[in-house]
């Protein structure tokens, strides 16, 4: 059901850029861990994996024991062993910051004992007896994912329907290749479908070849998964110039094929979030020479990680702080892009224009949402753009439940994770007659 | 503070040394040409691999423990007394001494009849040798043939061996006990009464370190099958200095003693002093780190004695004798509590769960904070929390008052003397 990647990508030129570590290099770092009680990285952990158990199984070599903990929480948790933000998370809960020694690293212990399983194929779980019900989960990123699974192991039947022709969401087309490259989250994928009983069906796109209704009159509960739209345009003049292209789309086309980067010298990258700071890395490690970043807002504001920042720098990125792109231009495509400098007010300061010149412009300035998609029905109300859900993950119509980025505007791999596997609960919930959510 | 350079010379039983810092007899001086390395790295003396009839070891020897990622925490090992022939062993401490002539070497000794006592004593002196060490505790491969601990665990046997060495010896005689006894004191009194110098304590501690769990076998292993080995290493190092301190404060004994057991740095040896120690043995830390760690200790042990104010090892030896004491003097109405040091406090609360789960249910979490109280109507003063803390001086335990004059068991007992109430006890 994975359409196949072509193994010569623009993504394969990456290295990990945190390494992975060796068994006895674990066993010593998994010994450093104090045992925390009631530990503070459990609850800065979304899907609150036993950090401390999971450690000291590694601690004892029973790596067996360690992965379960770890997926038993978290059926992702070999992907957010990479992708996590484990400096703003785990890590940065871990008490020795507090004492000023290195904070134990919890992602690259996570990592090695989730490859240890994958490479020995443990299975640790096993579908639960057939229940008769039927969900649909509607994309095929990490939360549903997440959700099938968890659906799996309670006995009910999954379909999830993907409208791209490859699965795992983001975790597949929109990962930092030097956190993990497509090739690894597909692994994770096979590994999660393997508990059998999940219909993923791809180039479907609900609206156009199944509608809302289909969905509900052959289902007995719905999960959305369907994470954010397309990017976002400043609509300014010269957008649609050869060379300005939306971030997300761009970084997609090079995890999954191969772009020809050997004329462009020099790139913009525009925005201050995750994704603007993953594209100037991703072009730096990909070999563009001179690559800035152009944000609106001071630094203190940018909504993207301070550590993925000082990682930018220090690969060479270039910062314009409180600036934006007023028009773009050249011959038949992108040379210059014309600048504004702002106030703290964000508002543009009189004769502040400049020029710099780029051969590639990739928009990093957010994602459309995807209200369109349920307009009219009753029931799956958005707030800000985004499903607006209860704790539960249930939407406020009946059967339907959401989660992930179309629920948080896009947080990490992690929320979604949670998420997914949160509404399994409450769908189980309702289809097992324990409970009704309303 | 006084500033006068502290001397380390020291002497156990006639034996003088420059340091304190004596290799034990074990494969860190198995030859010559380590022990001379030894002496240029700093050591003291050495006590010669036990000389005796030459014998076959096995492969493998050793066994590591490792404890929570420390390996060699505890170690032990199936190897006999040296397999070198008597010949070269005597030619190189000969040399030895030669090339080193202020570094003491004991030799150690391990043989059955008296006539071999005599013999190999006397050649030991010829060559050199400024002190014997009759090995009386080797607890594998030698006692199954009536040596080594067989002798240490008998004290007539032992008294009567030391009678015979000490007849026929013109150096001074130390006698190496064995830990494998219930109680230590008779087998040194034995010694003396065999006119022993000094004594050496504690030879390795019957043991199996480990079990190949996949194999079935014990570790070391031979083929396919183990034995016990002699156990050693920093964590034997509570039950030595027990052994040491028996000895010391047993006041019909009154020799020197050498100290031997998991001394792996200058506090380890600074402890073996206060507890009656003139000298102190190590093999496990050299074995695992070799004879650079002597370097350490011997800058620790002197920059202890700058801040204290000790000039001579003598001032120190036996130092803390006089405070151990038996349980039924100890003060029954000395209390303490733990206090948490809010300020240095990471929030980790292994002290809730030690308190909780190990001792007295007195350390809660507290709502708004990771910082956890302690509830000190409840805390009996165990000290599980400071022990656990892994910040330094986070948590003290603090002397309180509570108004009841020192009163110990015995005092009770015999004199009706009135006690605190209790804590933590319902």
Known sequence: MNAPLPTNRSETAFEDFKLPLLRDAAIVEANRCLFCHDAPCIKACPTAIDIPQFIRKIATDNIRGSAKTIFEANILGMSCARVCPVEVLCVGSCVYNDLEQPPIAIGRLQRFATDVAYEQGWKFFQAGADTGKRVALIGAGPASLAAAHELRRFGHACTIFEKRTTVGGLNSAGVAPYKMKADRAMNEVDWILSIGGIDVRTGITIGEHISLADLERDFDAVFIGVGLGVDSTLGAPGESLEGVHGAVEWIERMKLGMLDLSKIGRAMVIGGGNTALDAVRELRGLGVANVTMLYRGRREVMSGYVHELAAAQSEGVAVEWQSVATAFAGEGRVQRVSCLRLDDAKRPIAGSAFTLEADLVLMAIGQSKLNAMFAGFHGVEFDHGQIRVNHHGFTGRKGWYAGGDCTNDGKEVVNAAAEGKRAAHAIDAVLSGAHHHA | ?426
């Open chain 2, 1 to 426: 503070m006084p500033n006068l350079r502290p001397s380390l010379a020291t002497n156990t039983g006639g034996i003088a040394s420059p340091n304190p810092f004596w290799l034990a007899s074990a494969p860190p001086a198995n030859s010559g040409r380590q022990i001379q390395r030894a002496f240029e790295a700093g050591w003291g003396g050495a006590v010669w691999k036990t000389l005796g009839v030459p014998i076959q070891n096995v492969s493998s020897r050793f066994g590591g423990h490792t404890i929570h990622g420390v390996r060699g925490a505890g170690f032990t090992n199936i190897e006999l007394i040296t397999d070198r022939s008597l010949e070269v062993n005597l030619r190189e401490i000969t040399e030895t001494k030669r090339l080193f002539p202020k570094n003491p070497i004991i030799v150690s000794l391990m043989v059955e009849t008296e006539s071999q006592w005599r013999e190999i004593i006397a050649q030991s002196i010829d060559a050199g040798a400024d002190g014997l060490e009759l090995n009386f505790g080797c607890p594998h491969g030698m006692c199954e043939r009536g040596m080594g601990s067989a002798v240490g665990q008998e004290p007539a046997v032992n008294e009567r061996i030391t009678g015979w060495a000490v007849k026929y010896s013109t150096v001074p005689v130390l006698v190496k006990l064995t830990p494998n006894v219930s109680n230590i004191v008779p087998h040194g009194l034995a010694a003396k009464r065999g006119g022993a110098h000094g004594v050496s304590l504690i030879n390795t501690i019957k043991s199996i370190v480990s079990v190949d769990i996949d194999r079935f076998v014990p570790e070391p292993r031979v083929a396919t099958k183990s034995t016990n080995g002699g156990y050693c290493g920093s964590a034997v190092k509570p039950i030595a200095l027990h052994m040491v301190a028996s000895l010391a404060r047993e006041k019909d004994f009154g020799l020197p003693i050498s100290g031997i057991g998991g001394v792996s740095n200058w506090r380890d040896a600074v402890e073996f002093i206060l507890l009656g120690s003139s000298t102190v043995q190590v093999c496990t830390e050299v074995m695992l780190r070799g004879y650079g760690v002597v370097e350490d200790m011997i800058d620790g042990l002197e920059e202890y004695m700058r801040t204290h104010g000790f000039t001579s090892i003598a001032q120190m030896v036996g130092k803390a004798i006089p405070n151990f004491s038996e349980w039924g003097d100890l003060d029954l109405n000395y209390e303490t509590v733990a206090k948490i040091d809010a300020d240095k406090c990471i929030g980790c609360q292994l002290c809730v769960a030690a308190c909780h789960d190990g001792a007295h249910q007195c350390i809660h979490p507290q709502e708004n904070t990771r910082v956890p109280r302690i509830d000190e109507s409840e805390c009996v003063g165990c000290n599980l929390c400071q022990i656990v803390c892994p910040v330094t001086n986070c948590i003290e335990m603090v002397q309180v008052s509570n108004g009841h004059a020192p009163a110990s068991w015995n005092d009770f007992a015999t004199q009706g003397a009135p006690l605190r109430p209790k804590k933590g006890a319902h």
